[in-house]
T-cell receptor, first 115, second 115 residues
Framework: GAGVSQSPSNKVTEKGKDVELRCDPI?????LYWYRQSLGQGLEFLIY????????KSGLPSDRFSAERTGGSVSTLTIQRTQQEDSAVYLC?????????????FGPGTRLTVL | TQLLEQSPQFLSIQEGENLTVYCNSS?????LQWYRQEPGEGPVLLVT?????EVKKLKRLTFQFGDARKDSSLHITAAQPGDTGLYLC???????????????FGQGTILTVHP
């Protein structure tokens, strides 16, 4: 398929462990976004990439959260020393260009559960 | 910080009934998007409204953007069980805001249509 893919689809971890979440955007999309969604709630912006650079990291909740993007394609969101409040669905989206109002295509998300 | 208040949070209706979901803000948005999300999947874009006062129709769904571009509504006529899902509104920053597609999401409306 040509959509946005994310892995793993589900991740259960113990409090204090580190986790890595992966996003494969649609080929050719220069903009990539990470969001976090609590159960049945709206999405909370985490970070935006344009190419490999992240001009807006303002949504990252703490310094335990970091993200990188390599080759203008795949992105990895890393959460260190996970806490129970980190449990949520982490969604990745990409768009052709990072313009306001442009359509963002979302992946299916990674459901993270911290025990 | 731009906020979008979405209401109602939950809506449970019978097949054939009409319903309206509202998104309100004190901030001006350059555009407003409506998404639908099903369990285990990412949000899927339904429509983007850009011009104040704009009305767009998508089969039984009618979307309206307020004249001042601070609010929007989604009206569904003769709801069907297939309309069940989480509906999300999302606003792109207005004048003076960021130029890329950082979206502010409402809290979502969980719609259940009973046969």
């Amino acid at each position: 398929g040509a959509g946005v893919s994310q892995s793993p689809s589900n991740k259960v971890t113990e409090k204090g462990k580190d986790v890595e979440l992966r996003c494969d955007p649609i080929s050719g999309h220069t903009a990539l976004y990470w969001y976090r969604q609590s159960l049945g709630q709206g999405l909370e912006f985490l970070i935006y990439f344009q190419g490999n650079s992240a001009p807006d990291k303002s949504g990252l909740p703490s310094d335990r959260f970091s993200a990188e993007r390599t080759g203008g394609s795949v992105s990895t969101l890393t959460i260190q020393r996970t806490q129970q409040e980190d449990s949520a669905v982490y969604l990745c989206a990409s768009s052709l260009v990072g313009t306001s109002g442009g359509e963002q295509f979302f992946g299916p998300g990674t459901r993270l559960t911290v025990l | 910080t731009q906020l979008l208040e979405q209401s109602p949070q939950f809506l449970s209706i019978q097949e054939g009934e009409n319903l309206t979901v509202y998104c309100n803000s004190s901030s001006v948005f350059s555009s407003l998007q409506w998404y639908r999300q099903e369990p285990g999947e990412g949000p899927v874009l339904l429509v983007t409204v850009v011009t104040g006062g704009e009305v767009k129709k998508l089969k039984r769904l009618t979307f309206q953007f307020g004249d001042a571009r601070k609010d929007s509504s989604l009206h569904i006529t003769a709801a069907q069980p297939g309309d069940t899902g989480l509906y999300l509104c999302a606003g792109a920053p207005g004048a003076g805001g960021t130029s890329y597609g950082k979206l502010t999401f409402g809290q979502g409306t969980i719609l259940t249509v009973h046969p």
